[in-house]
């Protein structure tokens, strides 16, 4: 079974730190691209970051502009994402997963979430 959990959400004060990880579980997790995604309501899902197969490639959303850090490690199947000198506008959801995940009829294996909460 397919399974994504996040975690280390919260609520913090603007410029401070908070770090997600990922568990996974139930797919090959060393042979997939991994994202971390964010939403708020009423707007669209957000790529705030990506990490290649090994890490050694990763992308970020204009918006970060080198305050996060993704990472992985392939031996206990987690990814993180490190989050430095925060803003409000960086509140939201925060997901973690890959769209090339086979999850019985449909592609696409995504985690609950984890709330990321800033306040000025």
């Known amino acids: 079974q397919v399974q994504l959990v996040e975690s280390g959400g919260g609520l913090v004060q603007s410029g401070g730190s908070l770090r997600l990880s990922c568990v996974t579980s139930g797919f090959a997790f060393s042979s997939y691209t991994m994202y971390w995604y964010r939403q708020v309501p009423e707007k669209d899902r957000e790529l705030v970051a990506s990490?290649?197969?090994?890490?050694?490639?990763?992308t970020y959303g204009d918006f970060v502009k080198g305050r996060f850090t993704i990472s992985r490690d392939n031996v206990r199947n987690t990814m993180y994402l490190q989050m430095n000198n925060l803003k409000p506008e960086d509140t939201a959801v925060y997901s973690c997963g890959t769209p090339a995940v086979r999850v019985g009829y449909n592609y696409g294996a995504w985690g609950q979430g984890t709330q990321v909460t800033v306040y000025p």
């Open positions: 990490i290649s197969r090994g890490g050694g490639t990763t």
